[in-house]
């Protein structure tokens, strides 16, 4: 696993109500805590707006149902 960074892109779970309907949000890192714990704006697919803090990282976003959690985006 990489470690975070300022400014890198991370995806972060999102209410589809406020997301045009995905589930999945990207956002960027804004501070760094450590190599787990990041804050985040999340750039939803609509006009609100989200900043999250203290996120923590997790492996896969499958079945978190809770807005604190972050990973990174599958590479291709």
């Given at each position: 696993?990489?470690?975070?960074?300022?400014?890198?892109?991370?995806?972060v779970?999102a209410?589809?109500?406020?997301n045009?309907?995905?589930?999945t949000a990207?956002?960027?890192?804004t501070?760094?805590w450590?190599?787990?714990?990041?804050?985040?704006?999340v750039?939803?697919?609509?006009?609100a707006?989200?900043?999250r803090?203290?996120?923590t990282?997790?492996?896969?976003?499958d079945?978190?149902?809770?807005?604190?959690?972050?990973?990174?985006p599958?590479q291709?």
């Open positions: 696993m990489p470690a975070p960074a300022l400014g890198q892109i991370v995806l779970p209410d589809p109500a406020v045009n309907g995905a589930d990207p956002a960027i890192i501070r760094v450590n190599d787990r714990i990041v804050n985040v704006r750039l939803l697919d609509s006009d707006i989200q900043w803090t203290s996120v990282y997790a492996d896969s976003l079945d978190i149902e809770y807005t604190h959690a972050w990973t990174w599958p291709v």
